[in-house]
């Protein structure tokens, strides 16, 4: 009797893992820098950056597709244009209505001039704006922590709740100093700027 052949992995189903894995690819680079304004700017009194505001509203999903978006965006023009199950799959959405939340993301950032973006039928084309919130364009900067890949690879993003994952935000940028990793985070002042309860 014949056998059925197996088919080739390329006609498997895609999974949030594998998906994981096409966008972010073989990279062994180590993960995006992003500017440290987003979490706080600097001088005078010391104006709060966007993450409070992704803490204030509870918006974890949005942090996590402008995290992805960090994650693949990562050369000039800054952009990426994926179908909204696409963004759902890799962040382990997959209930009813998961693209419906993959938009209202999207929509959320662009209002709060995190990104710009862009319609074409059933793909999302997404650009970084300035991370500060300014609405101006992306551009590198000199003042930066990294993001590890290790975040969506290792699947924290499905064990970490929205204060963790600020906290481990808030972390990377103050402990960018190899030769002082530790830090104070002083709650009275620090849960204004960040968003979080001390």
């Known amino acids: 009797p014949k056998f ?12 949030p893992e594998s998906t994981r894995q096409d966008l972010l690819g073989s990279q062994d ?8 304004a987003f979490l706080q700017e600097r001088g005078g009194d010391r104006a709060p950056g966007p993450l409070h505001l992704f803490v204030r509203e509870r918006r974890l999903f949005a942090l996590q597709v402008y995290l992805l978006l960090h994650c693949i965006a990562r050369k000039d023009p800054w952009e990426t244009a994926l179908p909204a199950a696409t963004w759902a799959r890799a ?6 209505g998961a693209e419906g939340s993959v938009s209202r993301a999207w929509a959320w950032l662009k209002d709060h001039d995190l990104v710009r973006i862009e319609r074409h039928k059933r793909l999302v084309k997404a650009y970084l704006l300035c991370e500060d919130g300014s609405g101006d364009k992306y551009t590198r900067s000199r003042d930066y922590f990294i993001f590890p890949l290790a975040y969506f690879r290792d699947e924290w993003h499905t064990r970490l709740s929205l204060p963790a994952t600020a906290v481990l935000l808030i ?3 103050k402990s960018r100093n190899k030769k002082k990793p530790c830090f104070q985070l002083r709650t009275e002042p620090q849960s204004k700027w960040y968003g979080i309860s001390p």
């Open 91 to 96: 962040l382990d959405k997959t209930n009813v």
């Open 171 to 173: 972390a990377l940028r």
């Open 29 to 36: 680079r180590r993960g995006p820098g992003i500017r440290c």
């Open 4 to 15: 059925p052949i197996a088919p080739p992995p390329d006609d498997q189903p895609a999974t």
